[in-house]
């Protein structure tokens, strides 16, 4: 019996062992996402001071990364072959238990085998189980070529919580090779490594204050908006900014400054490499910021900003430099700003040519057009209204333009145009969109004298009023001469829309700059601050039309702030409509004296007759009335 024991006995003993040894073997087909590294105490009742994360790291779907552990180093091997954002995933849930009190986590690494132009920049990010109270928390930094040991404070963070941990290699970046090495990565009650590179600390930004002066210099103190693109350095005056894009597009550089509310400009002396560009952007408080376009010509830019349109001043105003904007391609260059001030006097005084409609009285016909333009290909010189070229190219669209700025000018039906040219050739002229439409000037000798008319009657007010430039292409035809110039003699929109008998004519208002004139598709609103004594709106007639059998003038309208709107026929015959009521009413006044379209082609309105306070007037039909 006794020996029956000790058989079974060592049965048990060896089955026990067997399973023992089994459960210390790692499974082939575990997730190493999951797999739990092994906490680091002096006896196993003394509390774990680290936990290492160098093993359990898998490639996140994308292909890219290839993590090996090889005699307790982690080399996280990657070719990023276009996937900008691609990760690798550590899982953090079985050990987030052990992550309890821990301060930091430190690791050493080494960037090797590094290949293509990239930043060479990581990006931890921990994800926690309850994201909607513990949002993930990340850090970015520069790693290196040479061996170093960083470290993140991590003590404000809830670890045990963790989910998991995110690494992206050159973020943004998509073309970049190499292996990240890591001998050491753990999270810590103190420090995991020694002597370590801090990061994840807050910059420190330092703000320019203005105090006293004509002028405020704040070329100093600039920050890296946060991709680790650039890097500057203020010497005597004068910043140098390096830059190199790997892949964001928005990647800026910028300083903050305080108190500067009372300047209206900020003037830049810059360079920067010949032919790429930078936008140049002020923002802070409430408004649209403040933008400019540079492109470089490799040569010191004088460069003004107009502070003084931005809505808000007051509070921080954050400047920034965002070098080849837009781009995602891999890219460097350097910029150098020897000035850069808040001052009330501009460097460069910017001069507006757009043609602006700023209305005109109900008797005038015509808005003149004279201001001209190169179209932006730099090959037309324009002095006044003569447009020259040398060695143009031809059988090319190049143009010259005028520029419409804003203004209510739907209302006219035609547009005009007369040019003069030195030479032989052929332009076109076009109305640009929303009409596109254009005519042909063919000039030859004798002959060299034309004026094209373009019919704009059978479009909307809203199309008329869209259009916002009129181009002339000068190079178009192959005949044309490489060198040459011509003049615009005239260019107009004229032919105000006429009323006519029987249909409603409240769009064809129109009036001086002291009124403010909407036309919408069911109503027009004429308002005005103040206007002169007897300024008035009105609207065309058509000299050609025979209105002497008009016996009445219907308006629908409505007006809170007048009581009379005065109405006056042939520049001569007057009429009182009496508004007694502030809601929508239609007055009718009967016409006396035939109306004389041949000789006063126009009928006007004054509201409150001579008064000059400010008001306003909705007009939702107009309508010459036969009987």
């Excluded at 140049?280 to 107009?306: M, S």
Aim: charged share 20%; glycine share 8%.
């Amino acid at each position: 019996m006794k020996k029956s024991f000790n058989v079974f006995a060592t049965l048990l003993l060896t089955s026990l062992l067997f399973v023992g040894l089994t459960s210390c073997e790692p499974s082939e087909s575990s997730d190493l996402s999951t797999s739990s590294d092994p906490p680091t105490s002096s006896g196993d009742d003394e509390p774990i001071e680290e936990v290492s994360i160098l093993t359990g790291w898998q490639d996140n779907l994308d292909s890219v990364y290839d993590p090996v552990v090889t005699e307790g180093v982690l080399h996280m091997n990657f070719d990023k072959a276009g996937a900008t954002w691609a990760t690798a995933k550590k899982g953090l849930a079985a050990i987030a238990p052990d992550l309890d009190d821990m301060a930091t986590l430190g690791f050493d690494l080494v960037m090797e085998d590094y290949t293509n132009v990239g930043p060479m920049i990581l990006l931890l990010k921990i994800e926690f189980n309850d994201a909607a109270n513990n949002p993930a928390k990340e850090v970015k930094f520069q790693a290196s070529e040479t061996r170093t040991t960083y470290e993140w404070d991590v003590s404000a963070f809830d670890l045990t919580d963790a989910l998991q941990m995110l690494m992206f290699i050159d973020p943004g970046a998509g073309a970049t090779v190499g292996d990240a090495v890591f001998a050491k990565f753990a999270f810590s009650k103190t420090h995991a490594v020694e002597s370590p590179v801090i990061i994840g600390v807050p910059v420190d930004v330092v703000k320019n204050a203005y105090s006293t002066g004509d002028t405020f210099d704040f070329n100093n103190n600039f920050y890296d908006g946060g991709d680790l693109v650039y890097t500057a350095e203020t010497v005597a005056g004068v910043t140098t900014i390096d830059y190199v894009k790997y892949g964001p597009e928005w990647s800026n550089i910028y300083n903050i400054s305080t108190g500067v509310g009372s300047f209206l400009y900020i003037n830049a002396k810059i360079t920067g490499p010949v032919d790429k560009t930078a936008l140049l952007k002020v923002e802070g408080g409430e408004g649209p910021a403040l933008e400019k376009v540079i492109t470089f010509t490799g040569e010191e830019q004088d460069v003004t900003l107009d502070f003084g349109l931005k809505q808000t001043k007051t509070g921080d105003q954050k400047f920034l430099i965002f070098a080849e904007q837009g781009s995602t391609l891999v890219s460097s260059g350097q910029i150098s700003i020897s000035l850069l001030e808040f001052s009330n006097t501009a460097l460069v005084v910017e001069i507006d040519n757009n043609n602006y409609y700023l209305g005109m009285n109900p008797w005038d016909k015509d808005w003149v057009i004279n201001k001209f333009v190169d179209g932006g290909d730099g090959v037309y010189a324009v002095a006044g209204n003569v447009i020259s070229w040398e060695s143009g190219t031809v059988g090319t669209w190049t143009s010259a333009k005028a520029l419409l700025g804003d203004g209510n000018r739907g209302f006219f039906t035609k547009f005009e145009i007369t040019i003069t040219a030195a030479q032989p050739m052929k332009v076109k002229a076009k109305i640009g969109a929303p009409l596109n439409m254009e005519s042909d000037l063919i000039f030859a000798v004798g002959d060299l004298t034309q004026t094209a008319s373009i019919d704009l009657s059978g479009k909307t007010y809203d199309e008329i009023n869209g259009v916002n430039e009129i181009l002339f292409f000068i190079l178009y035809d192959a005949a044309n001469p490489v060198t040459g110039s011509l003049t615009v003699d005239n260019a107009k929109f004229t032919a105000p829309r006429a009323a006519a008998i029987n249909v409603n004519a409240a769009s064809n208002l129109y009036g001086p700059t002291s009124y403010s004139i909407a036309v919408s598709a069911t109503q027009t609103v004429v308002s005005w601050e103040s206007k002169g004594e007897w300024e008035a709106f009105g609207m065309a007639l058509d000299p050609t039309v025979d209105y002497t059998s008009v016996t009445s003038i219907e308006v629908v309208v409505e007006a809170d702030t007048i009581d009379e709107l005065k109405v006056k026929l042939n520049d001569a015959q007057e009429y009182n409509l009496a508004l007694t009521d502030a809601s929508p009413q239609t007055v009718t006044l009967t016409v006396t004296t035939p109306i004389d379209a041949a000789a006063k082609p126009f009928m006007i309105f004054f509201p409150d007759g001579g008064s000059t306070v400010a008001g306003n007037i909705t007009i939702s039909s107009l309508k010459l009335i036969v009987a």
